[in-house]
């Protein structure tokens, strides 16, 4: 029988770890009823809530800007396209999942926003980890606002590139950045609508400083496109970037367009980059051909009716000047995002709670989901609105604010 070499010690039997942290199986998670417990100390417990199929409450939390998610026009594109071309899209993009609908939806968006080419990715959260991971590596320069996505946070992580992040809306400290950097290549990364206050980030500026230190600009337009610019075409195409040659720009097709998924637009050379070495488009599903036939009707709602993005930031003014009116502290909407601060976690999760069960649905904002540590209702203006809609969100928020939220 061979027996154990002096430098390899024989197996224990027993089963006992040998690491010196030995556990029973039962226990090795253990940690996480600790976090757990820390998470519900601070007023951080998250839960799911499913939403009902009926529309019986008005609902300012969800991200359908123009109120198209549940439009005939686009839920019918939804059904038929499955019918046709099935419920999934049964593999990647470079296999089997690409269909005629997803480049039809591809030469639309490019044609609506005016950029050379367009890549339909299953999320908005991959398409920015394509984007960011394609367009930087080792070796080059990430210059960014502190307050940018998640997923625009997590591309920079697996970018490998030297990553800076500036205080939030300075154009002056990338600028800076951007020339004390020691990399020839770089990018600056930046949403341009913000998620949580619905501000504008400084987009000429950040513009003029890439051009003024040679870097290209990649610019998250989820809460900005089908709410900003003429006819919604978003918030870079209202500052006459969209078709620069040094511009990027990115945005989920489950906000205004009420579907599901995600697009980087750009110049061809740009989409030839992320088709050929992007993991999260190489390697993930296609996007479902339903959800493609959905964000195409909702485009061509868009068309139709250009005034939609109007109504949508014009809802947005009436419920900032409202809610300020009432005494509250509340962000100014550059789009259709308002936030009303809250004074701790606690009190914004009851505020909210408060809201939904006298029939309005607000959004519940909480660290680590903000930045700056603040708690908010997030209130989200849908363009479908109406006056009484939106005095009743005012009186609802009013009558269920706690303590100190004014």
């Known amino acids: 029988m061979n027996q154990p070499s002096s430098s390899q010690p024989a197996p224990d039997q027993s089963g006992a770890n040998q690491s ?35 529309a019986a409450q008005l609902d300012l939390a969800s991200n359908d800007y ?60 991959l398409a920015n980890l394509a984007a960011v991971t394609a367009l930087s590596g080792q070796g080059s320069a990430i210059v960014t606002d502190k307050y940018i996505h998640a997923s625009l946070i997590d ?45 504008l980030a400084p987009l000429p500026e950040l513009a003029t400083a890439c051009r003024q230190h040679g870097a290209g600009l990649l610019l998250d337009d989820a809460h900005g496109f089908g709410v900003l610019g003429a006819g919604g075409r978003g918030a870079v195409a209202e500052a006459k970037l969209i078709a620069d040659p040094d511009v990027v ?20 050379r740009v989409i030839r980059q992320l088709i050929e070495t992007a993991r999260s488009f190489i390697f993930d599903t296609g996007l479902a051909p339903g959800s493609v036939a959905a964000a195409l009707a909702a485009l061509q709602v868009l068309r139709d009716e250009p005034d939609l993005a109007a109504r949508a930031v014009d809802n947005a003014a009436t419920l900032c000047t409202a809610l ?36 309005v649905v607000v959004g519940c904002f909480r660290p680590p989901s903000v930045p700056d540590g603040v708690s908010r209702l997030r209130l989200t203006a849908r363009a479908d609105l109406t006056e009484a809609d939106l005095a009743k969100v005012v009186e609802v928020i009013t009558e269920q604010a706690p303590p100190g939220a004014s």
């Open 20 to 54: 010196g942290y030995g556990k029973p199986p039962e226990a090795v998670f253990d940690w996480l009823d600790e976090k757990a417990e820390q998470r519900r100390a601070a007023g951080l417990v998250r839960r799911l809530r499913p939403r009902p199929a009926d």
């Open 249 to 268: 720009t990115t945005f989920t097709l489950s906000k205004s367009l009420g579907a599901q998924g995600g697009a980087v637009l750009g110049p061809r």
């Open 66 to 125: 123009l109120g198209l998610a549940r439009d005939k026009r686009v839920a019918g594109a939804t059904a038929a396209a499955a019918l046709r071309w099935g419920a999934g899209s049964t593999g990647s993009r470079l296999v089997t999942g690409t269909t005629e609908l997803h480049g039809d939806l591809e030469r639309e968006l490019a044609a609506f926003c005016g950029t050379e080419a367009a890549l339909v990715f299953s999320s908005g959260f």
């Open 324 to 359: 300020s009116t009432a005494g509250f502290t509340v962000s100014t909407p550059a789009a259709a995002v308002v936030s009303v601060r809250a004074p701790s976690p606690e009190a914004a999760v009851a505020w909210a709670d408060g809201c939904r069960a006298a029939g």
């Open 155 to 199: 591309g920079c992580r697996l970018s490998r590139a030297d990553v800076a992040a500036m205080p939030h809306g300075d154009h002056a400290a990338i600028a800076h950045a951007l020339a004390t950097r020691r990399t020839e290549r770089a990018l600056v990364v930046s949403d341009t609508v913000f998620s949580v206050d619905g501000d």
